[in-house]
């Protein structure tokens, strides 16, 4: 219970919080007027050097800016601060000193802490240990109607949410048009409830088919009802934000390229012309690869050194025509190419010509042929775009290794010292310290126009999106990228953009830039540890609940939903079936079926890197065997079955394709939500080794597949997720 003055300072806070100066999207930093919005606060980081110690840079990174570089600002005592608003929770970060990231943050300051303020220590994944801060909740209430977290259509209808404090009501709900409609606790966790209702695009009760003025009503505290007449909202009845209509019903399948199918031999010594060897002369100093050269292999041969980036197989465009009618088999209705132009690698992030096919991999004619193949067929394609930093060959940085300042492209790059030697990131800024990364400047209005011509001239030329490479690297990014959708948009209304984002990040997703990210957030950091094992029930609600809480329910529904890329060792591996050429484990497999179930049952289109459905293995820490070609001669049936049987389920189901989620219970190994607007679906998981007993909801429940119908106390069998329809209400 809540005392009567409690009350009172509630209603204020309620009062004040709820209508002005609601949410903002933007971090304030150090120096800033700027406040922190009602549900962050503000933290600030402080390094302090030892007295001799020379300090020319210091910034700050962690999980709550998705490991961003944010510079921290030399104070008048020698110190470096930064402040920033934070959502309440745990966070990780480090402190990024003088261009080199502190090993372990416990003991990298002559053995004693780099942060003083540091409240603990988590393993940083690299053999060293990142800082922790905990940050304890606040007590507000969060509506923004220019987020689509709060406001968006979905589904082709109109949802609004608010977010309060846990434990404190008893119920809330939206007053417009004379009009009650109550709102429904959708999800919940530590720090927050999140309360939702959506209105039908049109209707004579609370139509949104056009501009409506609503508040909220909330009862709580011992029934105590607070209204707020004073204040309303108003939407106008444009939606800033629209869907891609064609992704939520998606599967999506990840190819790359050089590893997939070779499906022309002809072609495959092409690739050792363009590769970075040729350009890089920090390589034939043995500075590099320990001196080796790039070669071809064998489609089964040994893994090498070279393996990441230097060692081909030869897959082709040609090879993915070929098993385009496998792909839609599956049930693969978007392809996600990695980087199919004219690079310096096997895996394309290093572009010498973006307007260019790389001639390992085909023609120009080969692409138009493959992808007019995949459309035939239902499957829409989307290409990789690497805007943040070009490989050695890029004409441009090629120009400038020879005129140097006389060259008309020295301000396409950010040059140190002139003359240089190609591959030395001495020279030039690069991506991660790497010299065959030049990065590129695209602050220069020459770079931004080259590089949406080459989004437009592919959107142009077949493909149906693009995903983007380190966005969040990129200059001046959410200006460029705001750019670029505006121009993209305005050409190809329909055409798919993704953010390889890693974390929680709703800046990204506001209808301004892109229409996803790659939600490793959501397969990655917590469906993963939930089918492997090490997180609880518990724990797995409250990260779903933290996602979707995030994210706009168009933005969920259109989601690029992974758990492994090419940037990542094979979901098997992480699951504990085996590293590469190893016995798969059948646990592990039963793992991946409770994983990948879970992954196809959510809002957003669920994503498969090549190769996961028929049961491969492979290390990230093994030269990236997580790469290694897919052997066609072989596979698990079983699992195949299984992604086949996924995929067609969720055809024959609307509400799994529904953008609409509601969680249901948590307890130790269980988890359980509903699916679909009228929660027509409910979805069960146990990730313990035993079955375990669950308390079904009122009514007839079909079991999807066997057709078995239950009722009222059931037992779901050990790592399992079982999807239920209703039978009646």
């Known amino acids: 219970m809540v005392d009567g003055n409690m009350k009172r300072v509630i209603a204020v806070m309620l009062s004040v919080m709820l209508f002005t100066g609601i949410l903002t999207t933007t971090m304030g930093f150090a120096g800033s007027a700027q406040k922190c919005s009602p549900d962050k606060v503000e933290l600030t980081f402080r390094y302090v050097p030892d007295e001799n110690e020379k300090v020319t840079s210091v910034s700050l990174r962690g999980s709550f800016n998705n490991w961003d570089e944010w510079p921290m600002d030399l104070q008048p005592d020698g110190s470096w601060s930064i402040t920033v608003c934070v959502e309440p929770g745990e966070h990780l970060y480090k402190f990024f000193i003088n261009g080199e990231w502190p090993g372990n943050m416990a003991t990298a300051h002559n053995g004693n802490p780099v942060d003083r303020e540091a409240e603990g220590y988590a393993d940083d994944g690299f053999g060293g240990k990142n800082a922790i801060r905990i940050i304890a909740p606040k007590m507000c209430f969060v509506h923004n109607p220019d987020d689509p977290a709060y406001l968006c259509e979905s589904d082709g209808r109109l949802v609004i949410r608010l977010k309060t404090p846990p434990n404190q009501m008893i119920s809330v709900s939206l007053i417009s048009n004379g009009e009650n409609a109550p709102m429904e606790k959708q999800l919940w966790w530590d720090f927050g409830e999140m309360w939702r209702v959506s209105l039908p695009s ?167 042929l493959m992808l007019d193949e995949a459309h035939d067929s239902g499957i829409r394609v989307i290409f990789d775009l690497v805007p943040n930093h070009t490989g050695l060959g890029f004409q441009p940085f090629q120009n400038v290794v020879e005129n140097g300042q006389k060259s008309e492209y020295w301000e396409w790059y950010f040059i140190n010292e002139y003359p240089f030697t190609p591959g030395d990131p001495d020279g030039y800024e690069c991506w991660w310290g790497v010299g065959s990364l030049p990065k590129l400047n695209t602050a220069n209005p020459e770079v931004k126009n080259y590089l949406f011509g080459v989004v437009d001239h592919w959107l142009e030329f077949g493909f149906d999106g693009c995903r983007v490479d380190v966005p969040n690297e990129v200059v001046d990014a959410h200006n460029f990228f705001a750019e670029m959708r505006d121009i993209v948009k305005e050409g190809h209304p329909d055409a798919y953009l993704v953010g390889e984002i890693w974390g929680l990040d709703g800046s990204w997703v506001q209808g301004d830039q892109f229409d996803s990210l790659m939600n490793y957030a959501l397969g990655k950091e917590a469906l993963l540890p939930y089918a492997n094992g090490s997180a609880s029930g518990e724990e797995t609600f409250k990260k779903l609940a933290k996602y979707f809480s995030t994210y706009g329910e168009n933005v969920a529904g259109m989601g690029f939903s992974l758990v492994s890329s090419h940037d990542t060792g094979r979901i098997l591996t992480d699951l504990g079936g085996g590293n590469f050429n190893d016995r798969i484990s059948k646990i592990a497999i039963m793992r991946l079926k409770l994983l990948s179930t879970l992954l196809y049952s959510m809002p957003g289109a669920p994503v498969t890197f090549q190769g996961d459905e028929r049961g491969i293995l492979g290390e990230k820490e093994h030269y990236d065997a997580h790469r290694y070609p897919i052997q066609w001669n072989s596979a698990n049936k079983d699992l195949l079955a299984h992604y086949k049987k996924l995929a067609e389920t969720r055809q024959e189901i609307s509400a799994l394709t529904s953008n609409a989620i509601f969680l249901y219970t948590a307890n130790d190994n269980l988890i359980s939500f509903f699916r679909g607007e009228e929660k027509d679906v409910l979805v069960v998981a146990n990730n313990g080794l035993s079955s375990a007993e669950f308390d079904l909801p009122d009514g007839l429940w079909k079991v999807v597949g066997s057709g078995e119908v239950l009722e009222n106390t059931i037992k779901i069998p050990p790592l399992r997720a079982v999807v239920f329809e209703r039978m009646n209400r």
């Open 202 to 368: 049109s209707g004579p009760s609370l139509p949104s088919s056009g501009p409506i003025e609503y508040k909220f009503e909330l009862k709580g505290f011992d029934d105590q009802t607070i209204t707020f007449s004073e204040d309303t909202f108003i939407f106008d009845g444009n939606y800033q934000f629209e869907e891609v209509p064609w992704v939520g019903e998606g599967v999506i399948y990840q190819i790359f390229p050089d590893r997939f199918c070779n499906g022309d031999p002809g072609n495959d010594g092409l690739a050792l012309d363009t590769d970075e060897y040729n350009y890089n002369e920090f390589w034939t100093d043995e500075v590099l690869w320990g001196g080796k050269e790039p070669f071809f292999s064998p489609w089964d041969g040994s893994i090498s050194s070279l393996h990441c980036c230097h060692q081909y197989f030869g897959g082709d465009l040609e090879g993915i025509t070929e098993k385009i009618d496998y792909l839609s088999d599956l049930g693969v209705t978007i392809v996600y190419l990695n980087p199919i132009f004219d690079s310096g690698s096997a895996h394309g992030y290093d572009t010498h010509d973006y307007m260019k096919v790389s001639p390992k991999f085909g023609t120009e004619e080969d692409l138009k």
